[in-house]
């Protein structure tokens, strides 16, 4: 346990996934099918690293489908790990067809500071 070993305050610890799923249920006639891909909204957590703990960030309506406070893009997200990580965003990129690609892509993200200790 990392928080046992003192290890947590310097180790990031990050679940989450490529996507969200639909908060309802589908069907195929009398089969339940599972359920969809859902692109407006998901969760993931964090913990340790510099991470403000028993922080909640975000909110979602009341079906959980969509992003109603506080959204968070792919890139902002990425730019926050980064920045936990000590390194900077905009100068981490690799040169690929003479362009600099950058995980945190062309639009400027922002670090999540609010959930940073």
Request: glycine share 16%; charged share 30%.
């Given at each position: 346990d990392l928080k046992?070993?003192?290890?947590l305050d310097e180790t990031l610890v990050i679940w989450g996934?490529?996507?969200g799923r639909t908060p309802t249920s589908q069907r195929s006639g009398d089969i339940y099918t599972g359920?969809?891909?859902n692109m407006q909204a998901f969760t993931s957590w964090m913990a340790g690293g510099g991470v403000k703990g028993?922080?909640?960030y975000g909110t979602t309506d009341d079906f959980g489908h969509s992003v109603v406070?506080?959204?968070v893009s792919v890139?902002?997200?990425h730019a926050t790990i980064l920045h936990l990580?000590?390194?900077h965003h905009q100068k981490l990129y690799f040169k690929r067809s003479g362009l600099e690609e950058r995980l945190t892509g062309i639009e400027p993200p922002?670090?999540?500071t609010e959930i940073l200790s």
């Open positions: 046992a070993r003192g290890m996934g490529e996507f359920r969809d891909h028993g922080t909640t406070e506080n959204p890139h902002d997200f990580l000590g390194l922002r670090v999540v």
